[in-house]
């Protein structure tokens, strides 16, 4: 079944409800979302690539889990009651059809899914999932909705916004213009005088966020609590400078260590250094305790993977000490040690060996999903949202119509300076059920005494 669920509406609660009840009874409930932040909120969740070992697929190939018949993980999922699926908008569809097909194949089971109860939890309002260098119409073609599977799930809705206040008119209000802005409202948009709270500047933006942070340096609460958002990591890592600069404790550099992934390749150490991607951490990297740092790599899931913010405690030679910042692991000390990466996106392949982590006072948009913040500061004066949903999930993460801080620039009209509107990216085709036309039947196998391979290619069918 699938439920659907707006941002706000209690999904994580009702998840969490029936994980608790299934257990409580003695049998075994699992639990795996798409993106590693979703996992830390649900009980005892992992992201669905690490639980299944589903493999990174190309553009429309379906592969099986690598799990094997007589794993003991294929033993868990034959005792399994139930599965529960969460932000599976954000998966890509060829994730399911691996998993449905490595289900029937362990449990012996033709059904969908082996037979076992699978429920979905997601928002068509919110990012759909990143096909590389695809477009609007790879990423319809590739969500949960073009699935072979998608016609014959239970559709279930949480519709009352649980999250704002209902103390408060303008909240009933924002409420409505949110879901507007998530389904209907595509270009420009005019915020109104209820929606959120407008800003003149990019330090008057930190100021309102970060306000008090002097007093508050090593309050875990006061950060976990803010954050400031930005469609594009170029203005994000600007934001953290500024606030990084603000702090008067000792800086601590730590320099990776790059290494050519071929032996005999005569390149220079300082030309891996120069290398940069949104894949690795940085070469030289400048920490001081009380800083708030991001994971980006998963370390030891659920607790600490990408996405988990901890606040910093204490700076070691081979690690760094923080507490844990929102989750189910809230509070908690974490230890986060050097480890290798390689590069998948530079001209010369290289392996870097640092602390997987960057700063994060602000943070991407794509980051943001299944957190809730008092008080966020959405960014937009140089970059536009240029996705579907980027922009109602950076609106919809906050408990009160003022805790919402936007600053979107400025234009000049008719010699006046007025604040410039947002774009906001809507596919309308997604909430069009006629538009989509799923896979009446799952793809057969194609090869012979090795892993199956499925290619969908000449199935699928162009939205």
Not at 4 to 25: E, I, M, P, Y
Not at 350 to 358: E, G, S, T
Not at 385 to 394: D, E, R
Request: aromatic fraction near 8%; charged fraction near 25%; hydrophobic fraction near 40%.
């Amino acid at each position: 079944m699938f439920v659907n669920a707006a941002g706000g509406t209690g999904k994580t609660f009702v998840l969490n409800l029936l994980l608790d009840t299934v257990r409580s009874q003695g049998k075994i409930g699992l639990a795996l979302a798409s993106s590693s932040i979703a996992a830390t909120v649900l009980h005892g969740c992992r992201t669905a690539h690490n639980m299944f070992k589903i493999p990174l697929m190309e553009f429309n190939e379906v592969r099986s889990c690598g799990i094997k018949r007589n794993s003991e993980l294929a033993k868990l999922l034959q005792l399994t009651s139930l599965i529960v699926w969460d932000e599976v908008v954000m998966a890509n569809k060829n994730t399911l059809t691996a998993l449905d097909i490595t289900m029937r194949d362990i449990i012996g089971n033709d059904k969908f899914m082996g037979g076992k109860v699978l429920v979905c939890a997601g928002d068509f309002r919110q990012v759909l999932p990143v096909i590389r260098g695809g477009g609007k119409y790879a990423e319809l073609e590739h969500c949960i909705k073009s699935n072979y599977m998608w016609n014959d799930m239970t559709k279930l809705d949480l519709t009352e916004n649980v999250r704002l206040k209902k103390d408060d008119r303008k909240n009933i209000k924002f409420a409505k213009s949110l879901l507007r802005l998530g389904s209907r409202e595509a270009g420009p948009v005019e915020f109104g005088e209820d929606f959120g709270v407008r800003v003149n500047s990019r330090k008057e933006l930190v100021d309102r966020v970060y306000d008090d942070i002097e007093n508050n340096h090593l309050n875990a609460s006061y950060f976990e609590k803010r954050a400031i958002v930005s469609p594009t990591n170029l203005d994000v890592d600007i934001v953290n400078q500024m606030i990084y600069d603000k702090s008067k404790e000792k800086e601590v550099v730590y320099n990776s260590v790059d290494t050519a992934v071929e032996e005999g390749t005569d390149i220079q150490t300082s030309v891996f250094n120069a290398m940069t991607s949104p894949f690795l951490p940085l070469p030289r990297l400048q920490v001081k305790v009380e800083n708030v740092l991001m994971i980006i790599r998963n370390i030891c899931p659920p607790k600490l993977c990408n996405g988990t913010r901890i606040i910093v405690t204490n700076l070691k030679k081979k690690f760094l000490v923080g507490k844990i910042l929102g989750g189910s692991y809230r509070g908690e000390q974490a230890m986060i040690p050097r480890i290798t990466l390689e590069a998948q996106d530079t001209p010369v392949n290289f392996k870097r060996k640092q602390f997987p982590v960057k700063l994060s006072y602000a943070m991407t948009i794509n980051k943001l999903q299944r957190q809730t913040f008092e008080r966020c500061g959405l960014l937009l004066d140089t970059a536009q949202c240029f996705t579907h949903g980027q922009l109602y999930v950076a609106c919809s993460r906050v408990t009160n119509w003022y805790s919402l801080i936007l600053y979107t620039g400025w234009d000049k009209v008719n010699e006046l300076c007025v604040p410039k509107p947002a774009i906001n990216c809507v596919y309308k085709e997604l909430f069009d059920e006629t538009s989509f036309n799923p896979e009446v039947d799952m793809p057969e196998t194609t090869a012979v005494g090795e892993a199956p391979v499925y290619n969908l290619s000449e199935k699928t069918q162009s939205i």
